[in-house]
């Protein structure tokens, strides 16, 4: 059997491994990186937020994204019964990126793998991993399998485990824990939209509240392709009869601001779906290795927030692991897992607070403060660890208050206007 010797060996060729990748690459070491599937592949996680476009910078990786020309997006536009609420990423709280781009996932990844491989670092595709043994001094041996059944074996001094929804580590060694999150289901497609123009939204995705608890998301991307998809419980989905085309389409139908855009449109492969994928581990790090990205914990597709926060955790990851490697001390919990808690719990409350309704409360209040709407902002712009703004400092308790106050304010606002017209009469 092969035994190949790295410094670094990498699990997943995604974002998350390629960011890691990428900085431990370009700080001198050496890095084997192994991806279970072949590319390109489809994955979910198509709206990019600004966040992430530092990390792909620092990583040396943006211009292979440029490279693609993909639609540019500068914004969120959230709708509920024909009221609109847009947010704009140049009128953010934080300093930072005012745009990102919406990209088929099939080509992100793939320019990302390919940029990686342009810096001196090989991809190795359709391998996987069967074992892993861990040393006292933070070393392992992984056994690895390719796609015609050759095995062969790494010996590295760190192991980044940026597998995403494989998460391999935490299936090896039992780390897996349940998320506090309800379990919930997506059914979405790829249309042909060429009815694009009926809809001023080109530039920023677009969330449709289409029941208190079901929500829409529209992903335009620059190919006239756009990408549509439904999330609520799967107990909502069972209300509707048939294949998952006959009910994507019977949903899209039931929702007044896309029916007559997309009524008959092409989809472009039979609808996916996917369900039950809030996902948490016991922890982040151990004695020679390190997850990162959905590895760590995927909350929900509602604010964009799985590509943020796994390129963000292997940016702050790989250059840990190049301080590791040079010898330096690294407080892993401190300087790793509660940096990466900030975000993802951060966004967390914001999740729970959109399927709870308060955000909607907030998002489509009359005479929103414009101040507030620009801290907001930031966090839908992927800045959940600016803690110098307050909604993302006090996220646990701020959305909850200031949906109360804006109740209260439009609750004395009705009754005042109801003595006002009774003293009309």
């Known amino acids: 059997m092969q035994t190949i010797k790295t410094?670094?060996?990498?699990?997943?060729?995604?974002?998350?491994?390629?960011?890691?990748?990428?900085?431990?690459?370009?700080?001198?070491?050496?890095?084997?990186?192994?991806?279970?599937?072949?590319f390109p592949r489809f994955v979910i996680g198509e709206s990019l937020l600004p966040r992430c476009m530092e990390a792909?910078?620092?990583?040396?990786?943006?211009?292979?994204?440029?490279?693609?020309?993909?639609?540019?997006?500068?914004?969120?536009?959230f709708v509920r019964d024909g009221v609109i609420c847009d947010y704009s990423f140049s009128d953010q709280f934080t300093d930072g990126w005012d745009h990102a781009y919406q990209v088929t996932r099939a080509d992100?990844?793939?320019?990302?793998?390919?940029?990686?491989?342009?810096?001196?670092?090989?991809?190795?595709?359709?391998?996987?991993?069967?074992?892993?043994?861990?040393?006292?001094?933070?070393?392992?041996?992984?056994?690895?399998?390719?796609?015609?059944g050759q095995e062969a074996q790494v010996e590295a001094r760190f192991i980044i485990d940026a597998s995403g929804y494989g998460r391999v580590i935490p299936r090896?060694?039992?780390?897996?824990?349940?998320?506090?999150?309800p379990p919930r289901k997506a059914l979405f497609v790829h249309i042909k939209d060429e009815n694009r123009q009926m809809d001023d939204e080109p530039d920023r995705i677009t969330i449709v509240v289409h029941k208190p608890d079901v929500w829409v998301w529209i992903i335009p991307f620059a190919t006239g392709i756009?990408?549509?998809?439904?999330?609520?419980?799967?107990?909502?989905?069972?209300?509707?009869?048939?294949?998952?085309?006959?009910?994507?389409?019977?949903?899209?139908?039931?929702?007044?601001?896309?029916?007559?855009?997309?009524e008959g449109v092409a989809f472009l492969w039979e609808p996916k779906v996917l369900q039950s994928w809030s996902v948490t581990t016991e922890k982040f790090y151990g004695n020679g290795f390190v997850l990162t990205g959905n590895v760590t914990e995927f909350l929900d597709p509602v604010f964009s927030s799985g590509v943020t926060l796994a390129t963000v955790s292997s940016q702050i990851a790989g250059n840990l692991v190049v301080r590791h490697l040079k010898g330096e001390k690294v407080d892993w919990e401190k300087d790793y897992t509660e940096a990466m808690m900030q975000g993802v719990n951060t966004f967390r409350s914001y999740v729970m607070s959109w399927y709870d309704t308060s955000l909607h409360t907030i998002f489509f209040a009359e005479n929103q403060d414009p101040e507030i709407k620009r801290k907001i902002c930031s966090v839908l712009a992927g800045y959940v660890w600016?803690?110098?703004?307050?909604?993302?400092?006090?996220?646990?308790t701020v959305l909850h208050k200031l949906a109360r106050t804006i109740k209260l304010r439009d609750s004395i606002s009705y009754i005042n206007s109801g003595f006002k017209n009774e003293e009309d009469k």
């Open 226 to 262: 756009t990408s549509v998809g439904f999330v609520g419980s799967p107990a909502f989905f069972e209300k509707y009869q048939g294949t998952d085309e006959e009910v994507l389409r019977a949903l899209i139908a039931d929702e007044p601001y896309i029916a007559k855009r997309m």
């Open 7 to 38: 410094d670094v060996l990498i699990i997943g060729a995604g974002p998350a491994g390629t960011v890691a990748g990428a900085l431990v690459n370009k700080a001198g070491f050496n890095v084997y990186v192994v991806e279970k599937m072949k």
């Open 56 to 77: 792909l910078e620092e990583a040396g990786l943006l211009e292979s994204v440029l490279q693609q020309g993909f639609q540019r997006k500068t914004g969120a536009k």
């Open 172 to 181: 090896l060694f039992g780390l897996e824990r349940p998320s506090n999150l």
């Open 108 to 148: 992100f990844d793939l320019a990302l793998a390919n940029g990686l491989q342009a810096q001196g670092v090989p991809v190795h595709y359709e391998t996987s991993v069967t074992a892993i043994q861990f040393r006292e001094d933070g070393s392992s041996i992984t056994t690895l399998v390719d796609a015609d």
């Open 386 to 396: 600016d803690t110098s703004n307050d909604y993302v400092k006090d996220h646990e």
